[in-house]
């Protein structure tokens, strides 16, 4: 039996629920207290969702019954936060971005590294059920030696639905910061290490409506679009855009030597399977998953929690999300310089989840 890691969330807005949920999914988490900059926030979540203590930021940082903090506040705060928590003496598991900056980004590895302490950052759908399979299915050789990969997420903003969009079309914001982090942490656990991006950027509109009727002034751009080239040689598209009304484009598709996978959208929780054409078959065939199909947002915190007890690596790791980072940063340096960029990072791909995991236990 391992220890339960022991969690406090600091920022209780749109996106807390799924995390209240996903520590309460595995058995190897305990929610303690949930903070807000905006105190009466945390008291209502904490009383909405059984929370047994709702604190204020500084409350929660110094209390000893807490291992790690889950950083759920807005990325303009993500590495202030961060780094807090880390100087408090606790592990941190951010939402994403890990920072607005590689600055940034970096100074919260170093803080950790030098404390003895884990970083952890979202997203973790790369551990869902379908998205394992998909990497199974790659790591046994169906399809070959993988080409090229698409991965497009194309549509109008977050506005007509996010209680409180402006981040969105702040720094820290725009379609690559917020979506990308799905798309390309799904390729670096498909690929491997990233070596070098091309990039096109623009912002379409000067300013968005929300359904609320706050007019946002834009301040980044809202379409990107570039290549990403992995060491293993594969070559992946990306387009992320806020400034696309209706399309006909796949989510995620990967060609391979040997056939094409598709892959569903890490972007949560999207039902369809991970499906394979080869040549010579009739049509494309829906492949079993290998996982369970109940995991949630929590999983990467999860994986976390046993890594610490049995001092290995774990997989939604900072330096994956690190790698991430420059990666998405490079598309509008490329832009801007009219030049290739080549990654200065590289990570480990992260270790396949073993098969024969339980739904609420990972190992
Ligand atoms: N909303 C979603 O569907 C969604 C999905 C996935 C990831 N995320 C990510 O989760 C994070 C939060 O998004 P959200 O949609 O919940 O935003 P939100 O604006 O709804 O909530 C953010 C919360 O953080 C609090 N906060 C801000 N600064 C703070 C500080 N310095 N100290 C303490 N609390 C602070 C705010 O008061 C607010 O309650 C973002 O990084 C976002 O990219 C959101």
């Known amino acids: 039996m391992v220890a339960k890691l022991r969690v406090g969330i600091i920022g209780v807005g749109n996106i807390s629920p799924a995390y209240i949920q996903g520590c309460r999914a595995f058995d190897v988490l305990e929610l303690m207290a949930c903070a807000d900059i905006n105190m009466e926030r945390a008291r209502a979540v904490a009383e909405e969702h059984a929370i047994p203590r709702a604190l204020s930021v500084e409350a929660l940082l110094a209390d000893p019954d807490i291992d790690v903090v889950v950083n759920l506040t807005v990325p ?15 592990h941190v598991y951010s939402e994403k971005p890990l920072a607005l900056t590689l600055a940034d ?9 030098a404390r003895g ?34 991965a497009f997420m194309a549509g109008h903003g977050p506005e007509s639905w996010h209680p409180n969009p402006g981040f969105f079309y702040a720094p820290g914001g725009g379609p690559m910061l917020d979506m990308g982090p799905y798309y390309v942490t ?3 656990n498909l690929f491997g290490p990233a070596v070098r991006v091309s990039g096109a950027a623009r912002a379409s509109f000067p300013e968005r409506l929300a359904h609320t009727g706050e007019r946002i002034p834009v ?17 992946a598209t990306l387009i992320t855009s806020f400034d696309v009304w209706g399309h006909h484009l796949p989510v995620m598709e990967v060609y391979g030597e040997l056939g094409t ?10 039902p369809r399977e991970v499906r394979l054409m080869q040549p010579g078959t009739e049509g494309w065939a829906s492949l079993p998953l290998a996982y369970p199909d109940a995991w949630k947002r929590g999983i990467g ?42 990654m200065a990072s590289t990570v480990a791909q992260p ?13």
């Open 261 to 270: 996978l598709t892959i569903p959208d890490p972007n949560g929780f999207d």
């Open 351 to 363: 270790e396949l989840l073993p098969l024969g995991l339980g739904e609420r236990v990972l190992s």
């Open 301 to 342: 915190l999860a994986d976390m929690a046993y890594a610490i007890e049995a001092n290995r690596p774990h997989r939604a790791s900072g330096d994956l999300a690190y790698h991430v980072l420059e990666i998405m940063s490079a598309f509008a340096t490329a832009y801007e310089s009219g030049q290739y960029v080549t």
């Open 219 to 235: 301040r980044v751009p809202t379409h990107y679009a570039g290549t990403i080239e992995f060491a293993s040689g594969a070559i």
């Open 76 to 90: 303009a705060v993500h590495a202030e936060v961060s780094l807090s928590v880390l100087r408090a003496g606790k």
């Open 117 to 150: 302490l884990r970083v952890g950052c979202a997203p973790d759908t790369f551990l869902f059920g379908q998205h394992q399979t998909a990497r199974r299915v790659l790591d046994e050789g169906t399809i070959g030696t993988p080409v090229a990969a698409v």
């Open 105 to 113: 980004g970096r100074a919260i590895l170093d803080e950790a590294a």
């Open 186 to 188: 799904c390729l670096v």
